[in-house]
C-alpha cells in the first residue's frame, strides 16, 4: 500500500504540472496598454481685443513722392530753436513768431483766425529744451504751416505732447501738390520729418488728428536748403 501511494502521488504531481504549462500556453495574451493621447492645447473661447488706430497710421504714413526722416538724417541743417530770433537775440515767452524768422525764409501761421504762433512755455524733449511754438488762443489747437520763401530739400521738427496717429505732418510742393502724410508713431515726445523725392518743399502744415489728439506744440524746426 505504500508504494501505491507514492506512485499515485507522483503521478498526480505530473499531472498537474502539465495541467499548468497547458493553461499558460491556451492563455490570452494581453496587447501592450496605449501610449495617453495628450489632449490638444486650449484655445481662446474669444479672440483677443484688436487695437484700432486710424488707417493712415496702419499703412504708415508716407505718399511715394517723400520718406520720412529721422533728426540724425538731415544734412547740415538750418535750426530755428524759438528760443532766440534771426539775431540770435533771446524770445519771450507769448512772443509772436509769424514773421520773427523772415530774414531766413521762414513764415509761419495758425489755422486759428485771429490767433498768432507764439513763443510757448511747454518744453519739449529737443535739442534746445526751452521754448516751443504753438498757436496762442486757444493754446495749442489748430493747424500750424510752415512755408519756405526757397523751397528745401528736406525738413521736420520735435513735436509733443502727442499720443500715436495723433498728430500728422503734409508735405507740399511749389505747386501745392502733397508730397507726403506722415503722423506720429511714438507717444509723449516725437520727431515728424520729410524728405522730398520729387520736387522741393514748399510748405508743411502740422495738424491734429482730433478724436486721437487735439493739440500739439513744435520745437526745433530743422530743414535743408537747397544749395544753387
Known sequence: MTRVFVVSAAVLALY???????????APVCPPAPMPVCPPPPTCATPPPTVRVPRAVRTHDVTPHAQRIERDQLAAPVVIDFDHDSRGEPVRPGQELD???????????????????????????????????????PRWTGD??????SPVKAAGFYVAAVAVGGTGLEAYDADGQLLGTIYTDQAGDDFLGVRSLAAPIRRL???????????FTIDDLSFEPIAY
Open 99 to 137: 514773421e520773427l524768422y523772415l530774414s531766413q525764409g521762414v513764415h509761419l501761421r495758425s489755422s486759428v483766425a485771429g490767433s498768432p504762433i507764439v513763443a510757448d512755455e511747454y518744453v519739449v524733449a529737443s535739442a534746445s529744451k526751452h521754448w516751443s511754438a504753438a498757436t496762442r488762443d
Open 16 to 26: 498537474a504540472v502539465v495541467d499548468r504549462t497547458w493553461a499558460l500556453r491556451e
Open 144 to 149: 500750424t504751416e510752415i512755408v519756405f520763401d
Open 205 to 215: 502744415r502740422v495738424f491734429p488728428v482730433p478724436h486721437v489728439d487735439p493739440n
